[in-house]
């Protein structure tokens, strides 16, 4: 996954199992994407709203429409258009996809 215009960082606290660069995850209700390693507990940098993530993960030969509103489905670790079981993030897609991954923007709050 990449960033486009990796500025306006924030301070987070890593969950457990730490973070991992360049990964998204979802800390509280929040959808945010890593910007360094940090094991558990330790504060990282990354960024939550206002950005674009190209090539994040999305399920495979799944149709996704530019705008659609995503969730996300913590037993897979990535992003999906399913709200059944899946938390809403902070998160649209910004082009269409059947493909294994997507590019997003980041809101600022649920679409």
Not at 2 to 24: E, H, K, M
Not at 32 to 55: M, P, S
């Amino acid at each position: 996954m990449q960033l486009d215009n990796p500025t306006d960082r924030a301070s987070f606290i890593a969950p457990t199992g730490g973070v991992t660069a360049n990964t998204l995850f979802l800390i509280a209700d929040t959808l945010v994407f890593a910007t360094e390693d940090k094991a558990q507990t330790l504060a990282f940098t990354g960024v939550h709203k206002d950005h674009i993530v190209r090539g994040a993960p999305f399920p495979a030969a799944t149709a996704c429409a530019a705008g659609e509103r995503l969730y996300w489905d913590a037993g897979n670790d990535e992003l999906t258009n399913v709200s059944s079981g899946n938390t809403a993030v902070n998160a649209r897609a910004i082009a269409a996809t059947t493909g294994d991954t997507i590019d997003i923007e980041l809101l600022d709050g649920l679409p």
